[in-house]
């Protein structure tokens, strides 16, 4: 399993140059990053060398389109999906991902056909290039009653959404702060096949109820109460092997440098890592 990281957690970046150099530098292997940018500003060859240069690869992309809201919104987005779409599979990233809010202001069921349309829309899009779309299921409390209605949070409500949107490309976006949040096991983790994870997220809880996590109060890894190591020992069991990137999401911006904070994050996995004997 590759360790990877996100810019989420990582302070004020000057470039992607940057975000890359120190993602190597600390001895992660997998960078989240906006593959349509890298190219803009590389070149396909050019950001190829790049991360080349630096034994990287792209863990996954987000999914540029946003689909939760009006239709001729979601529409106009799609050309940006498939121009996405060609440059990370033009640099060999094969996982784009975004997340579906446990809440929303439309009622559950007239969301749910829009989202499962569009969302099937994205999928075939992806598919065309040999992306596959990962969806993640988001768990703290306070979040399931932010909007009016409540919708998805939890795994085997996700895997069913899954099946109805009927792609064989899409799967899961697994994070490790929602595993906690829906008070779920390895025993969970060991009833999925590998293959149902597109990608993987790493944080940590502060050691509060449950309940109480919000979803930007997160943790670098082993800072906090998750049992990393199991979670990783279960992903590791069922023969998951993609990127495992930190994700850390905080209500005001850290103040450290980024490369303290890589530093900080490299301390974080060899604890973890170290601790599931992987």
Known sequence: MLRGLTGAGLGKLESNEQFIELAAKYGFEAVDIDALGLVESYSVDGARELLH????????????VEWRGAEETFRADLPKLTQAAAAAAA???TSCCTYVLPSTDLG???FMALA??????CAQILGDYGIRLGLEFVGPHHLRTRWKHPFIWTLD??????DAIGESNVGLLFD??????????????????A????HVHINDAPDVPVEEVLDNARLYPGEGVIDLASFLQGLQRIGYKGAISQEILTATPPT??????????????????AAAGI
């Open 157 to 162: 409500e996700t895997l069913d959404w899954i």
């Open 256 to 273: 450290e440098s980024p490369e303290s904070l890589v530093q900080r994050s490299k301390a974080g996995f060899d604890k973890v890592y």
């Open 195 to 198: 293959e149902q994870i597109v």
């Open 176 to 193: 490790s702060y929602h595993w906690y949040t829906n008070g779920l096991t390895v025993a969970d983790i060991e009833k999925l096949r």
């Open 116 to 121: 499962t349309r569009r969302l099937r829309t």
């Open 108 to 110: 559950a069921a007239h």
């Open 53 to 64: 240069k630096h034994g990287l690869v792209i863990g996954s992309i987000g999914l540029p």
């Open 91 to 93: 640099l060999g990233c």
